[in-house]
């Protein structure tokens, strides 16, 4: 057999000889790295099916805009949002000066801006206290601006405030604000 094999092997010629060493290593590779790791392919695809519940749980809706909307007080809440506003100066000993009010829909949105703008004296401290207070209170609140002027003299620090309450206003007019 081993003068079979010595003859067989003369007459393949060099090419024959290269093409049957990559062979035997292709041979080599496939029993060394591709079947296991085919065999780990699907060992982990079978525990994947076994994982997956037999049927899924149906998604929860998409939240709408209406949802959106649901999260805003009404505009009935507002002289209690103002009275708010007025206890926190009071509780930190501040004086609400010079103070303007405007109502005032949000285009293209279904919701109300009701802006206050308020001049507030007193120290830093209390300021903050102040816009801590105000803000913690209402949550469909936002500042708008908010500006410091400090007095040469002492520690008197006047705060220019302009604040925007958001409420629920009446759907948008057909055909605004869309683009």
Do not use: C, W
């Given at each position: 057999m081993k003068a079979w094999l010595q003859f067989g092997w003369k007459q393949l010629g060099p090419a024959g000889r290269i093409g049957a060493w990559l062979l035997l290593g292709a041979a080599l590779l496939l029993a060394v790295r591709v079947l296991p790791a085919w065999r780990?392919?699907?060992?982990?695809?079978?525990?994947?099916?076994?994982?997956?519940?037999?049927?899924?749980?149906?998604?929860?809706?998409?939240?709408?805009?209406?949802?959106?909307?649901?999260?805003?007080?009404?505009?009935?809440?507002?002289?209690?949002?103002?009275?708010?506003?007025?206890?926190?100066?009071?509780?930190?000993?501040?004086?609400?000066?010079?103070?303007?009010?405007?109502l005032q829909p949000v285009p293209s949105?279904?919701?109300?801006?009701?802006?206050?703008?308020?001049?507030?004296?007193?120290?830093?401290?209390?300021?903050?206290?102040?816009?801590?207070?105000?803000?913690?209170?209402?949550?469909?609140?936002?500042?708008?601006?908010?500006?410091?002027?400090?007095?040469a003299k002492g520690q008197q620090v006047t705060a220019h405030l302009r604040i925007s309450f958001y409420y629920q206003g009446p759907p948008p007019a057909p055909g605004k604000g869309k683009s």
């Open positions: 780990q392919a699907a060992h982990l695809t079978a525990e994947l099916r076994a994982a997956r519940p037999a049927k899924a749980a149906p998604l929860p809706a998409a939240p709408s805009l209406g949802d959106f909307y649901q999260h805003f007080p009404k505009l009935e809440v507002l002289p209690d949002q103002l009275a708010q506003l007025d206890a926190a100066a009071d509780s930190v000993k501040l004086k609400i000066g010079a103070a303007q009010y405007q949105l279904a919701l109300q801006r009701y802006q206050v703008v308020l001049a507030i004296a007193g120290d830093y401290a209390s300021l903050r206290a102040f816009l801590n207070m105000a803000m913690n209170e209402a949550s469909n609140a936002t500042f708008d601006e908010t500006r410091f002027e400090r007095d």
